[in-house]
């Protein structure tokens, strides 16, 4: 098999990160930690690209790596009508901000408890 870069774009999303590839739209993954979530968008890229290989899809075409990748932000007017799921969305996510917190301290202290643990197992 032969090796091939390709761009690969990861967006906060929550707890994690999305995946996105842009040559290849059904590309789908997510994870974790960029590590986590580039591991699985090298996963899910090869598992594509195998089932392109094997229904004869179009080969894979020279632009798939960009040297470098530009990304911005535009501010776009959008009608109030469309905005309905994002303003549900926010008012969400300021109802859960404290329980995120909450969640965010209990994990922080319990890694603090995993690292105290592999300290003291490392003094016997």
Same mark, same amino acid.
């Not at 040559?23 to 960029?34: A, E, K, L, R």
């Not at 598992?47 to 040297?67: G, M, Q, R």
């Given at each position: 098999?032969?090796? /091939?870069?390709?761009?690969?774009?990861?967006?906060? =999303?929550? =707890?994690?990160?999305? %995946?996105?590839?842009?040559?290849?739209? =059904?590309?789908?993954?997510?994870? /974790?930690?960029?590590? #986590? *979530?580039?591991?699985? *968008? /090298?996963?899910?890229?090869?598992?594509?690209? &195998?089932?392109? *290989? &094997?229904?004869?899809?179009?080969?894979?075409?020279?632009?798939?790596?960009?040297?470098?990748?530009?990304?911005?932000?535009?501010? *776009?007017? %959008?009608? #109030?009508?469309?905005?309905?799921?994002?303003?549900?969305?926010?008012?969400?996510?300021?109802?859960?901000?404290?329980?995120?917190?909450?969640?965010?301290?209990?994990?922080?202290?319990?890694? #603090?408890?995993?690292?105290?643990?592999?300290?003291? =197992?490392?003094?016997?």
């Amino acid at each position: 098999m032969a090796k /091939q870069k390709f761009t690969v774009i990861l967006m906060p =999303d929550g =707890d994690g990160y999305q %995946v996105i590839v842009p040559h290849y739209p =059904d590309v789908i993954s997510w994870g /974790q930690t960029p590590e #986590e *979530a580039f591991e699985m *968008a /090298q996963e899910c890229l090869e598992l594509t690209l &195998e089932i392109h *290989a &094997e229904t004869h899809k179009d080969p894979v075409i020279p632009n798939v790596h960009a040297s470098h990748v530009i990304v911005g932000t535009v501010e *776009a007017e %959008v009608p #109030e009508v469309l905005m309905s799921e994002i303003r549900e969305h926010e008012a969400e996510m300021e109802r859960q901000k404290p329980e995120m917190e909450r969640l965010k301290k209990l994990r922080q202290k319990e890694r #603090e408890r995993e690292a105290m643990a592999v300290m003291a =197992d490392g003094d016997c």
